[in-house]
């Protein structure tokens, strides 16, 4: 049984840093959806600090800066589906969060949280991937609040396992915005729309010119240890008319890219099924837009 030694609840960033840098073997709680039923299942051990960093005002709100979108770690999913930057500028986004668990889950997950979870089926993690988003680390190493930036697509290394150090705080996630021309989109299969842990996910952007996809990026999720770009399907795709010939190649190259598991879910032949049908369909909605 796990024993919680202290419960520590900072109302700022500084406060929640200084518990970090002070005290090893913390465990992070935001929203709670995923650690409190893992902790349950005995798959995560609480460790003997609990920090409830749900009431930092910092680590709260979208906001518009030097030509990204950066969202605050405490932002809920309920909150991404409800703003109208998020809606306009980043659709795929928005298509993940609308097939996220239910509204009472949405309404107390965060993005923060369902990043750090570090799933490879999590349902904004794809997205994020095809939209070059760069995580923000917050530290206070000596003294002074220290911020660094990852791309998204170099901070997982297995499942549950990130490149954040005990001592940072996940403080926001920073999403370049599109440029004009800029498509992306979002495809997750399960056995509900929502409320299922994603059986394979699919995100695609790219700039679409003369019929033609350029700065491509193609994401999968739960095919791989961790969600990951797939860049020889991106270089199959990248500068060439989206014809049918162009589309099946891609989609028989993302079929061999992936590295699937057997699970209760499904099959990895399945998965890598799915991964061929659903990639074709979506660049077939490309070419056709």
Known sequence: MNT????????????????????DGVTILAGGTDLMP???????????????????????????????????ALTTITE???????????????????RFASDQIRNTATIGGNISNASPAGDTLVPLLALDAEVELAAKPNGHIARRRLPIANYFTGPGRTRRE??????????????????????????????????????????????????????????????????????VLEGRPLTPATIEGAAAVARDEVDPIDDVRASAWYRKELIHNMTKRMLDHVAQA
Do not use: M, W
């Open 4 to 23: 919680i030694e202290r419960y520590l609840a900072p109302t700022c960033l500084e406060e929640a840093l200084d518990c970090l840098h002070r005290h």
């Open 166 to 235: 005990p001592h940072e705080l996940l403080a926001g996630v920073r999403i370049p915005l599109p440029a004009p021309g800029r498509v992306a989109h979002f495809f997750k299969f399960g056995t509900r729309p929502a409320l299922d842990i994603s059986t394979i996910s699919i995100a695609i952007a790219g700039t679409l010119v003369d019929g033609a996809l350029g700065d491509v990026r193609v994401a999968f999720g739960a095919v791989a240890p961790t969600p990951v770009r797939a860049r020889r399907t991106e270089a």
């Open 38 to 72: 893992q902790s349950r299942a005995g798959r995560i051990r609480i460790q003997p600090t609990l920090l409830n960093i749900r009431r930092i005002p910092e680590l709260q709100g979208i906001t518009l800066e030097d030509g990204a979108l950066r969202i605050g």
């Open 80 to 98: 991404l589906l409800a703003s109208e930057l998020v809606r306009t500028r980043l659709p795929a986004l928005a298509e993940a969060c609308n």
